[in-house]
């Protein structure tokens, strides 16, 4: 218990803590670059454009086919962009495959006269989709769209190996190389979990209350 006790310092949990804010940072960072992105290739995926149709369609089948790690590689190493900003363009261009795929689902959901009245009303493609179809059409995307964002938040994870970025996972090994003791060493990878589900738990149930509160309303 003593071994436990010197380790559960206030310095080291704001330690922890710091690398937590910036996990969260690069995943909100992320889902929300990742939604303008996304919702861009779902709108390209129904275009009467048979170029922007088969781009968005490439662009979702090769990142839902390739592994995240593999991104995150190619923006530091490759791109040799600073690690903060690999990590979010990797995560952005990774993520927005998924999140085109959710856009489109909702965009699917919006019924089929509020486009015609869209358009009786004289407004173009781009104010139809902003002001009328994508509001509506978010509602439906929430649950969907927080779902992600806790992924997101779990692969940041992949940082630390690939590019010693220090998120919660990179602050946690840097913490174990501290202490030699095996009790330690468990117990800095127990508290790591603790805060990975708290903050995942929390998330899923406003997933939960969220789709809740949409089934009730309907």
Not at 92 to 110: K, M
């Amino acid at each position: 218990m003593s071994d436990i006790a010197a380790l559960l310092t206030w310095t080291n949990i704001r330690f922890l803590l710091e690398g937590l804010g910036l996990t969260l940072i690069i995943s909100a960072l992320a889902i929300a670059c990742s939604i303008v992105l996304g919702a861009v290739i779902s709108i390209m995926r129904g275009s009467s454009s048979r170029l922007l149709r088969g781009f968005a369609i490439a662009y979702v089948e090769l990142f839902k086919n390739t592994p995240l790690l593999l991104w995150i590689m190619f923006t530091f190493f490759v791109a040799q962009l600073p690690p903060l900003p690999a990590a979010v363009l990797a995560f952005t261009l990774f993520t927005a495959a998924s999140v085109a795929e959710i856009v489109r689902g909702g965009l699917a959901s919006v019924p089929a006269g509020q486009y015609e009245a869209a358009r009786s009303q004289g407004f173009s493609a781009p104010q139809m989709y902003l002001y009328i179809i994508l509001p509506r059409a978010l509602r439906n995307m929430v649950p969907a769209l927080l779902s992600q964002f806790v992924t997101t938040i779990k692969d940041t994870s992949y940082l630390w190996g690939a590019m010693a970025l220090q998120e919660l996972m990179g602050r946690g090994m840097i913490l174990m190389n501290s202490y030699n003791s095996t009790v330690q060493i468990f117990a800095i990878f127990g508290l790591m979990a603790l805060i990975y589900f708290v903050v995942c738990f929390t998330l899923s149930q406003i997933v939960r209350a969220y789709q809740r509160r949409l089934k009730g309303a309907r």
